[in-house]
């Protein structure tokens, strides 16, 4: 089976019932909803850089969606569309119906649908496009913090990159901990139904795919506030708090990538609705700090009042 044709009818042609026209033309035809404003994103994915050449596909084809989701999470927009671009460097039928059936798993579980894309040979990379829907007032935006909104982020960030620092031998997990690192890192998920939920209650918002610190310094300049957290008030899973390695614990929870969580700013009078809405939603939402006037970026500090440093600025794609 070499047909990039024969690719796409076997493993990726489904049904696209809510599309006008579907895989299989030239261009996919949508129709949006009546006053929903179309939130559009892409990412790519290449081995050896983004993740190991030898991933397990079908976690891969999970994550390359997953991760594309938690952007439309974060601009409160409802997933509806898909289009996969990928090449492969063979035509690997076990490869790639591993690589569907992880990708559309979670395609199913939030209800998106493939439309289209492309396929090719050559060095192993994964693009997605994904199109989702949101009333245009109430899309979150990284512009729109304001001096005074307490700063939140849903779970715990830290353990994807711990679980990266593992796989490369720079620490040793075991048991529950490791594999409890090894799935935020390889099968993250995006936090849609807590994203739609923060419609007209958060202001602004970004996920966290780069590192806290730099992913959060986004927003901060974009609006032009500061950003300061406290350090004891960052939650820590299980993994990062008995880390022995303190250094590099500190730096996987502000500075790790791949965690997917959302920070967002809100006014503190939203907070019992803003609780509530995690708590239906099934995520811990903790404030973390405040936005301030003065100079945009970020800083963190002890109940002592002391600046808390990390050892790189978060993941840099041209580093």
């Known amino acids: 089976m070499t047909s990039e044709f024969e690719i796409i009818r076997r493993y990726f042609a489904r049904r696209a019932p809510t599309a006008v026209l579907g895989v299989g033309d030239d261009c996919a035809l949508v129709r949006p909803r009546a006053g929903a404003t179309l939130a559009v994103s892409t990412d790519m994915l290449l081995a050896g850089r983004h993740f190991f050449p030898d991933a397990d596909p079908e976690k891969l084809g999970h994550k390359a969606l997953a991760v594309n989701l938690s952007d439309l999470a974060a601009m409160a927009a409802e997933p509806r569309w898909a289009l996969l671009a990928i090449a492969l460097p063979s035509a690997n039928g076990k490869w790639i119906g591993?690589?569907?059936k992880?990708?559309?798993?979670?395609?199913?579980?939030?209800?998106t649908e493939l439309i289209g894309g492309d396929t090719t040979k050559g060095p192993l990379s994964i693009s997605i496009t994904v199109i989702g829907e949101v009333p245009g007032a109430l899309a979150l935006r990284r512009d729109a913090a304001r001096p005074g909104d307490?700063?939140?982020l849903t779970g715990a960030t830290g353990e994807a990159a711990l679980a990266l620092a593992h796989l490369k031998g720079r620490v040793r997990l075991k048991g529950s901990v490791r594999d409890a690192c090894l799935e935020r890192l390889h099968a993250p998920v995006p936090r849609v139904a807590l994203g739609r939920a923060l419609r007209g209650l958060a202001r602004s918002a970004i996920d966290v795919s780069d590192g806290l610190l730099a992913d959060l310094g986004h927003v901060a300049k974009a609006s032009g506030v500061a950003a300061e957290l406290r350090w004891e008030d960052l939650p820590r899973a299980k993994a990062i708090a008995e880390c022995a390695n303190a250094v590099l614990a500190k730096d996987c929870l502000l500075a790790g990538g791949d965690d997917y969580e959302l920070v967002f700013t809100a006014p503190p009078a939203r907070r019992?609705?803003?609780q509530a809405a995690g708590k239906?939603?099934?995520v811990p939402v903790t404030v973390i700090g405040a936005t301030v006037p003065g100079r945009p970026g970020v800083r963190v500090r002890d109940t002592r009042g002391r600046s808390i440093s990390v050892s790189n600025a978060g993941f840099d794609h041209f580093a």
């Open 150 to 152: 307490d700063i939140r």
């Open 98 to 100: 591993a690589f569907a």
């Open 280 to 282: 239906k939603a099934g």
């Open 102 to 111: 992880g990708f559309f798993r979670l395609a199913r579980r939030f209800g």
């Open 272 to 274: 019992s609705r803003i």
